[in-house]
């Protein structure tokens, strides 16, 4: 059965609504922790360490869970549903920002954001594994991926374009800065609940593992120990978040502390929050051209070698970055869009490259684990993320970067550093993984055509 049109677009909705968080995450909230709920920087990027350590963690064992779930709708789509509310309410809590001191602050910062991260892992391990199953063509899965980014950056967009308006406009209406992200937190969580519910209800799972297959984690861990494709991509997929956490999490200091309020061609005088909004909505616009571009490129040159020329673009792009004068705005917001292009062909190579191994252990071994796999896939994006946030959080105070003050010469170097050189080594580092990968197209295609003729047979 043909995937169709609305199906497609409810698995983009899925990944809409995640990425809304996503960008809340990535992009504001180490700035809000720092600038409003009043936490420094090192215990910041300390937190971020140690709580997404277990976030990371938690991912296979919700991958092994979900394998192991039976249901009516499936083993992936029913957590989409389950999980959808608390999602919504866990992510408010996130950003209540009580005052309880400076240790009750801590505290309340590491319990909310656990329990977010933990919800997060559970709509979007099983959300992510959903696209092995949807199909078992090598065609439909780049496209379903390819909606699945869409509708991840156009969730992003939403959020870069709308928080600051929304955050100004609730505190022009008489609240602070803490209630303005927490009403504005509020609209995106309740649009994602809905959104998850769609995506569980415009969806199907088709691909069933083969009969003979044995539900055995003990089997299923020693196939993925011996799977160097796997290894391979998990070191690819945590460098690639390193350098997209580290862009996202430094735009808000650099345009608030290095860029500043400037006098902008054609728009006249314009104050840094619309210039760093204009900036992270042209970095996702731009990744959704890249992940458009993708498959095309990908079946021109092949998966592998699209990953390493776009990594390698994004690389050179982000560190000449550095060297960029504040007064260039125009140079600065060009080179975002260059890199954002090529940041956003890679992502979703990443999430079929996953679907591949997948296949590629199936054919194998006999044994199907999809969403162990694809949990690994969400496990590099966590460890990408935690070592992204630890690494910006420590740069800040080995800079000695201090809150809502004028910051010194070394403080705007981190800074700069942070949102140019530093993504770059990220990117460089996941092209060094990619040259080690060997599941071509071609020996993919031949294993989808056997899988398809043994799944017929049973």
């Given at each position: 059965m043909a995937i169709t049109l609305k199906e497609k677009i409810g698995y983009g909705f899925g990944d809409f609504a995640s990425s809304m968080f996503w960008k809340l995450f990535s992009m504001f909230l180490m700035i809000y922790y720092t600038d409003v709920f009043?936490?420094?920087?090192?215990?910041?990027?300390?937190m971020f360490l140690l709580t997404r350590i277990w976030d990371s963690i938690n991912d296979p064992i919700m991958g092994i869970i979900c394998d192991r779930t039976t249901t009516k709708y499936g083993k992936f789509r029913p957590y989409l549903l389950w999980m959808a509310v608390p999602f919504a309410l866990i992510g408010i809590l996130t950003f209540v920002g009580p005052d309880l001191g400076d240790t009750g602050k801590l505290v309340y910062a590491y319990l909310t954001y656990t329990l977010m991260m933990m919800a997060y892992t559970a709509v979007n391990v099983p959300y992510s594994s959903l696209l092995g199953v949807m199909s078992s063509k090598a065609e439909d899965r780049n496209t379903l991926a390819t909606f699945r980014f869409i509708g991840a950056f156009a969730g992003g967009i939403f959020v870069t374009s709308t928080a600051s308006y929304f955050i100004n406009t609730f505190k022009d209406s008489g609240a602070n800065d803490a209630r303005g992200y927490l009403y504005t937190v509020s609209i995106y969580a309740i649009l994602a609940a809905i959104l998850f519910v769609v995506t569980f209800k415009w969806t199907k799972e088709r691909v069933e593992p083969q009969k003979k297959?044995?539900?055995?984690?003990?089997?299923d861990l020693k196939d993925l120990s011996k799977n160097v494709s796997w290894f391979i991509m998990i070191g690819a997929g945590?460098?690639?978040?390193?350098?997209?956490?580290?862009?996202?999490?430094s735009m808000m200091y650099y345009f608030k502390y290095y860029i500043k309020d400037q006098d902008v061609p054609w728009f006249g005088e314009t104050g840094w929050e619309s210039l760093a909004a204009t900036y992270m909505t042209m970095w996702l616009i731009a990744n959704i051209i890249g992940v458009v571009l993708a498959t095309p490129a990908a079946k021109v040159i092949g998966k592998?070698?699209?990953?390493?020329l776009a990594m390698l673009i994004a690389a050179v792009t982000s560190i000449i970055l550095y060297w960029i004068d504040p007064s260039q705005i125009i140079l600065i917001y060009v080179l975002n869009v260059i890199i954002g292009i090529a940041a956003g062909i890679?992502?979703?190579?990443i999430w079929s490259m996953y679907a591949d191994i997948s296949?590629?252990?199936?054919?194998?071994?006999?044994?199907?684990?999809?969403?162990?796999i694809f949990s690994s896939?969400?496990?590099?994006?966590?460890?990408?993320?935690?070592?992204g946030g630890a690494i910006a959080g420590g740069i800040l105070a080995t800079y000695g970067f201090e809150a809502n003050v004028e910051q010194s010469a070394e403080s705007i170097k981190g800074i700069r550093l942070m949102l140019s050189v530093y993504p770059g080594l990220g990117a460089l580092l996941s092209v060094c993984f990619m040259y080690f990968y060997k599941l071509d197209d071609?020996?993919?295609k031949k294993i989808a055509e056997e899988l398809r003729a043994i799944r017929h047979k049973d």
């Amino acid at each position: 059965m043909a995937i169709t049109l609305k199906e497609k677009i409810g698995y983009g909705f899925g990944d809409f609504a995640s990425s809304m968080f996503w960008k809340l995450f990535s992009m504001f909230l180490m700035i809000y922790y720092t600038d409003v709920f009043g936490l420094t920087p090192a215990s910041v990027g300390l937190m971020f360490l140690l709580t997404r350590i277990w976030d990371s963690i938690n991912d296979p064992i919700m991958g092994i869970i979900c394998d192991r779930t039976t249901t009516k709708y499936g083993k992936f789509r029913p957590y989409l549903l389950w999980m959808a509310v608390p999602f919504a309410l866990i992510g408010i809590l996130t950003f209540v920002g009580p005052d309880l001191g400076d240790t009750g602050k801590l505290v309340y910062a590491y319990l909310t954001y656990t329990l977010m991260m933990m919800a997060y892992t559970a709509v979007n391990v099983p959300y992510s594994s959903l696209l092995g199953v949807m199909s078992s063509k090598a065609e439909d899965r780049n496209t379903l991926a390819t909606f699945r980014f869409i509708g991840a950056f156009a969730g992003g967009i939403f959020v870069t374009s709308t928080a600051s308006y929304f955050i100004n406009t609730f505190k022009d209406s008489g609240a602070n800065d803490a209630r303005g992200y927490l009403y504005t937190v509020s609209i995106y969580a309740i649009l994602a609940a809905i959104l998850f519910v769609v995506t569980f209800k415009w969806t199907k799972e088709r691909v069933e593992p083969q009969k003979k297959e044995p539900s055995s984690l003990k089997e299923d861990l020693k196939d993925l120990s011996k799977n160097v494709s796997w290894f391979i991509m998990i070191g690819a997929g945590v460098a690639t978040l390193i350098f997209n956490s580290l862009r996202d999490g430094s735009m808000m200091y650099y345009f608030k502390y290095y860029i500043k309020d400037q006098d902008v061609p054609w728009f006249g005088e314009t104050g840094w929050e619309s210039l760093a909004a204009t900036y992270m909505t042209m970095w996702l616009i731009a990744n959704i051209i890249g992940v458009v571009l993708a498959t095309p490129a990908a079946k021109v040159i092949g998966k592998k070698s699209t990953f390493i020329l776009a990594m390698l673009i994004a690389a050179v792009t982000s560190i000449i970055l550095y060297w960029i004068d504040p007064s260039q705005i125009i140079l600065i917001y060009v080179l975002n869009v260059i890199i954002g292009i090529a940041a956003g062909i890679v992502l979703p190579l990443i999430w079929s490259m996953y679907a591949d191994i997948s296949d590629f252990s199936e054919w194998k071994n006999g044994r199907r684990a999809t969403g162990l796999i694809f949990s690994s896939s969400s496990m590099s994006q966590k460890m990408g993320w935690t070592l992204g946030g630890a690494i910006a959080g420590g740069i800040l105070a080995t800079y000695g970067f201090e809150a809502n003050v004028e910051q010194s010469a070394e403080s705007i170097k981190g800074i700069r550093l942070m949102l140019s050189v530093y993504p770059g080594l990220g990117a460089l580092l996941s092209v060094c993984f990619m040259y080690f990968y060997k599941l071509d197209d071609t020996f993919m295609k031949k294993i989808a055509e056997e899988l398809r003729a043994i799944r017929h047979k049973d």
